[in-house]
């Protein structure tokens, strides 16, 4: 389990697992999500949600990993523009340790 900080006073965070971090490589939700400008705001989170919300309708299978997600971090009470941040963030920290470790 992970924590990542939600809010730049540090006040607020929220619990990532393993799991959520398996669901975002698995969907490559954070693929071409950030504009050339290189900024996350509300509208990279907003669009983010729309993705999710889009694979969520169109899947015939269970769908319980996103849901989980969405619930546990990306709809979280005190996710906002920074903490999205500090998932990518954590989320490419994570992603190069699976890479090193399959090397």
Do not use: P
């Not at 729309?50 to 849901?67: G, H, P, T, V, Y």
């Not at 941040?85 to 490419?92: P, S």
């Amino acid at each position: 389990m992970y924590t990542i900080q939600a809010n730049t006073s540090g006040t607020r965070s929220i619990e990532v697992s393993e799991e959520n971090l398996r669901t975002i490589e698995k969907y490559a939700l954070f693929r071409q999500l950030i504009d050339s400008n290189g900024i996350v705001d509300e509208a990279v989170l907003d669009k983010l949600k729309l993705n999710i919300r889009s694979l969520i309708a169109a899947q015939e299978e269970d769908s319980k990993d996103l849901l989980d997600l969405c619930i546990d971090v990306i709809y979280h009470n005190n996710m906002k523009a920074f903490g999205l941040q500090q998932l990518i963030k954590l989320y490419l920290t994570w992603l190069n340790k699976q890479v090193d470790g399959e090397e």
